[in-house]
């Protein structure tokens, strides 16, 4: 399968402990999305990146929130000091800015849970 | 800011049955639009876009939208839905100017297709 993977796929913590998730684009894509998507809502984008640089960051990524893509491949999320607020959907998505409208293809997402 | 509005939260509808999701966007000026959908325990998938042109698009599994705007509209149907397509139904705006990174959701439609 060539499409975005993420993982883990489920993911619960205690308040307060950190939190990392694993992002693989697929290979060829220069750009890599974060949003989050909360119960009964749409996704709410969080940041990108082209190749290894943070192009974006949405007001809703705290300083708690942060997010790397070292060799312009994978990417990681980290979150600490986890809040139940965090509890949600984080999905992963990658494009090629060399394509036509930069299309968006979506991972299937790392649903996390603080209790 | 953009924003997106599906006045509709879930659709249940008859197998066969023609099907209606709303769609309202808020800005006026050029705008990209999409629809995504989101099968149970599956990922975002692309189901049709509009960037210029044709104001009806329309997608391999019959689906198609209309951009209309003086309403601010892009309407998803479907002359005859099936049972696979029950699922999550998402539309999203970008604006071609604005951030490459940014896709605005509206809190999506959920179908249900009965037998």
């Known amino acids: 399968d060539t499409g975005v993977s993420q993982d883990p796929r489920h993911k619960i913590t205690k308040r307060g402990q950190n939190v990392t998730f694993r992002c693989d684009p697929i290979?060829?894509?220069?750009?890599l999305y974060w949003y989050r998507q909360t119960l009964g809502q749409g996704p709410e984008f969080l940041t990108y990146?082209?190749?290894?640089?943070?192009?974006?960051k949405s007001r809703l990524l705290s300083d708690r929130f942060s997010a790397e893509r070292p060799k312009g491949s994978f990417s990681t999320l980290e979150i600490q000091r986890t809040e139940q607020g965090d509890s949600a959907m984080y999905l992963c998505?990658?494009?090629?800015?060399?394509?036509?409208?930069?299309?968006?293809?979506f991972g299937p997402g790392t649903r996390l849970t603080v209790l | 800011a953009q924003s997106v509005t599906q006045l509709d939260s879930q659709v249940p509808v008859f197998e066969e049955a023609p099907v209606e999701l709303r769609c309202n966007y808020s800005?006026?000026?050029?705008?990209?639009l999409f629809w995504y959908v989101q099968y149970p325990n599956q990922g975002l998938q692309l189901l049709l876009k509009?960037?210029?042109?044709?104001?009806l698009v329309e997608s391999i599994n019959g689906f198609e939208a209309e951009f209309n705007k003086s309403q601010t509209s892009f309407h998803l149907r479907k002359p005859s839905v099936h049972i696979s397509d029950t699922a999550e139904y998402f539309c999203?705006?970008?604006?071609?100017?604005?951030?490459?990174?940014?896709?605005?959701f509206g809190k999506g439609t959920k179908l249900s297709v009965k037998p």
């Open positions: 998505a990658s494009s090629w800015t060399g394509g036509y409208l930069n299309e968006q293809f």
């Open positions: 290979s060829e894509h220069n750009r």
């Open positions: 990146f082209q190749n290894e640089a943070q192009l974006e």
């Open positions: 800005s006026s000026v050029s705008v990209y």
């Open positions: 509009y960037l210029s042109g044709s104001t």
């Open positions: 999203a705006v970008r604006d071609p100017g604005g951030s490459q990174g940014n896709l605005i």
